[in-house]
């Protein structure tokens, strides 16, 4: 029998403070993939439940985009561009030969 993993998925808080988190806030979106780097850091707090939780977040040191501007504008509309017209003389991106022209090819 063959167990094939479960595709799991890790969402990691991040934590972008002053003029970095208002580029995060004015120019990422959700599904854009970007790049983070910053140092981790570890944590806790008690809820009001009176529990200790744990936390873990990555402190921002710096972050771009992964993807070009085209690919994000395409994520976030969820929509392809639509192909270039064809001129009606080309077919499959080569232009058609007429008949009778070998003469004036100045290969053969």
């Not at 120019?27 to 806790?44: A, L, P």
């Not at 972050?63 to 639509?82: D, I, M, R, S, Y």
Request: hydrophobic share 30%; proline share 7%; charged share 25%.
């Amino acid at each position: 029998m063959l167990l094939i993993p479960e595709k799991k998925t890790d969402f990691i808080q991040c934590v972008a403070l002053g003029a970095k988190g208002e580029f995060a806030e004015k120019y990422f979106r959700k599904g854009m993939k970007i790049i983070v780097e910053g140092k981790w850091q570890t944590g806790s707090y008690v809820n009001q439940d009176g529990n200790k939780v744990n936390t873990n977040e990555c402190l921002v040191d710096s972050q771009e985009f992964c993807e070009g501007k085209q690919v994000n504008q395409n994520a976030e509309q969820n929509t392809q561009p639509a192909p270039e017209p064809t001129p009606p003389h080309y077919t499959d991106g080569f232009m058609n030969i007429p008949e009778g022209i070998d003469a004036e090819l100045p290969f053969n």
